[in-house]
């Protein structure tokens, strides 16, 4: 059973999340209301999933995240309000998420995303990049959200891990040296997989009519013009594998 910690200043949220927790999820959580609180359960227990409020009346900087962080924890911030300063850690920082407090169906919508997230272990990507910097900020980024990442630097070892891992359902490319290798790759990836098993995303350095309308006519999904903020990542990939099945 996957371990939650909720860290949330007001009383009536956390019951509210008590409530939804017990009712539609299997986690075995705990609910706390400041810094220090969190801190001495942090030193008892492992976590791996949490909920965090940005602000605590012990630690108004975002504090929190750090600490869950130390502990190799990336959260789901819950905040009221969402600023420059807070941009700047999200694309930092190691943070899952942040969702707005607005009304109830918010604190709906944070259980239904930890389960998402709990489900995201039985999802297997290959990322594919001539780059291994590049390649290990793709994996830690698909690493927050608990997906299963694979990595592959050419076409060779992409293939290999293709015969390996049936259940690759998404492929993120990284544009190649040259256009044509992009388009040997994902004739290649669409020899062994259909469009209803698995989505390929192209990361393109430049927006080229041509090269992208090739890519897209011989196989591709989508693509994503770098650089892009890890909202917009986050976002195309699920987009993208929303009409896969895990099963």
Known sequence: MAKLLVVESSGIIRGVFKDLLGKHTDFD???VATYAEAKELLQ???YEFAVVERKLEDSFKGEIIALLNKHNIAPLVFTNEIDEVFFESFESAQIVDYILKQKY???TYVVQKLKQLQSNK??????????HTYLNYLKRNLNLHNFNVLSATNKEEASLL???HPEISLVIL????QHTKSLDLIENIRQRRSKEELKIIILEDTLSAYCTSSLLN???DDFII??????EFYTRVYQNIQTISLD
């Open 218 to 220: 011989n196989g591709a």
């Open 105 to 107: 169906n918010n604190i």
């Open 174 to 177: 990284d544009k190649q040296a």
């Open 29 to 31: 959580f705990d609910l």
């Open 44 to 46: 008892k227990s492992s």
């Open 226 to 231: 770098k650089p892009f903020s890890r909202d």
């Open 122 to 131: 039985n999802r297997t990507f290959l990322v594919i990049s001539s780059s």
């Open 162 to 164: 293709f015969d390996k």
